[in-house]
């Protein structure tokens, strides 16, 4: 059995569980792996956040498939997901990151001009 998987920039999901470290493929167990470059600043509430969105995305896929196509399709929506963390404030970007590349759009500057504005 192979792993299915899907990789964006920020969510990694595969079609396996995590055993000592391993990937070990399970067509019946999906991982997901959030920022694995550490891109953005989390707190616990905001990858909870993640999470969630995650499993409503699952619960409403259930019955089909685990493709690649549909594990895309979940990556995908939890990428635009992010992206309103972001632009909400409740995740920044993480400026001692090893790459900076502002993927989702400049950081905010809060000035009086830009005071709640997204930038």
């Known amino acids: 059995m192979m792993i299915e998987k899907s990789t964006t920039r920020h969510i990694r999901i595969y079609t396996a569980e995590v055993i000592n470290n391993e990937l070990v493929p399970n067509d019946k167990v999906l991982t997901l792996d959030v920022?694995?470059?550490?891109?953005?600043?989390?707190?616990e509430e905001s990858l909870q956040k993640v999470y969630r969105k995650f499993d409503e995305l699952v619960e409403n896929s259930s019955g089909q498939e685990l493709t690649e196509y549909n594990l895309r399709r979940i990556g995908?929506?939890?990428?635009?997901f992010i992206r309103s963390l972001?632009?909400?404030?409740?995740?920044?970007y993480n400026l001692g990151?090893?790459?900076?590349?502002?993927?989702?759009?400049?950081p905010r500057v809060e000035s009086t001009e830009t005071e709640g504005k997204y930038i």
């Open 86 to 92: 972001l632009q909400k404030g409740e995740i920044s």
């Open 35 to 43: 920022d694995p470059d550490n891109e953005f600043n989390w707190s």
């Open 76 to 80: 995908s929506d939890l990428e635009h």
């Open 97 to 106: 990151a090893r790459v900076r590349n502002y993927s989702m759009g400049l």
